[in-house]
């Protein structure tokens, strides 16, 4: 009898949470918490109907995002047919990303047909806080400044938040001359864990010191109510892991962003 497939129920998700870590499984657990009631879930199952590995995909998002949760037996791990499952659960096609860990990347690039090559990131903790900027500059959006952030996304060519994550999730900027010159916000935003992220500087206005009041000012928010404030940054942005490690984070481990084709 070979491995089975299947999508999991909401009950059966106690069990996938007793084994997933908050910061060696980040992703993934953003998907079993904060994210939950967005998420779908899968699951590969071996002949003793044990659970193996899992899969989850995290819909409304501008991209098609997917995590997995690997067991220890990772030459068994099939996530192309976890990916399938759910895709076909969701009518999805067209590319689907992840975020990997190094020793998961074989299994990856073995198992699912990826597009691009995968991109390392360092993921990073606020473990001296008292290095951000105390009073920085950046103010807190509200909705009446949508115009300003999809514009400012279009210029730098990044992901804009969505009009749910601008509700949801505290976006702060920094304005000059009328004009949007910095932003950042959250990827998530829970007392469980926050995430920050989206960052960035318009180009007349760089090496101005706008993105640590930007980033400061996100951390401070985010120590309101949790801890473990954490980012990801892609690892050959040398200029942005200088400013986080300037600014008390401090790298936790490495991710592969892996973007693959939905089959």
Do not use: W
Request: glycine share 6%; proline share 4%; charged share 25%.
């Amino acid at each position: 009898m070979s491995d089975t497939f299947r999508l999991l129920h909401s009950e059966e998700l106690t069990k996938v949470s007793e084994r997933t870590g908050r910061e060696k499984d980040q992703l993934f657990y953003t998907y079993l918490t904060a994210r939950r009631s967005r998420c779908s879930f899968a699951a590969q199952f071996d002949r003793n109907c044990r659970l193996t590995h899992s899969a989850g995909y995290l819909s409304g998002m501008p991209f098609q995002a997917f995590a997995f949760l690997f067991g220890d037996e990772l030459e068994t791990a099939r996530p192309d047919e976890l990916v399938k499952l759910l895709a076909d659960h969701h009518g999805l096609t067209g590319t689907g990303t992840t975020m990997v860990q190094p020793h998961e990347l074989p299994v990856a690039m073995n198992e699912l047909e990826i597009v691009s090559p995968p991109r390392r990131q360092f993921h990073m903790r606020l473990t001296s806080p008292e290095r951000l900027v105390r009073e920085p500059a950046a103010r807190r959006l509200t909705n009446g400044h949508r115009f300003y952030t999809e514009q400012f996304a279009e210029e730098l060519d990044m992901i804009a938040f969505t009009k749910e994550q601008s509700a949801r999730n505290p976006l702060y900027g920094i304005f000059r001359g009328g004009e949007l010159a910095a932003l950042g916000g959250f990827h998530v935003y829970d007392e469980r864990l926050m995430e920050i992220g989206n960052i960035g500087t318009l180009p007349d206005y760089r090496s101005q010191g706008l993105a640590r009041d930007v980033t400061s000012a996100l951390a401070l928010e985010a120590l309101q109510y949790s801890h473990a404030v954490y980012l990801y940054v892609f690892a050959d942005n040398s200029s942005a892991v200088a400013l986080y490690e300037s600014l008390g984070f401090e790298t936790t481990g490495e991710r592969f962003f892996t973007e693959f084709k939905i089959q």
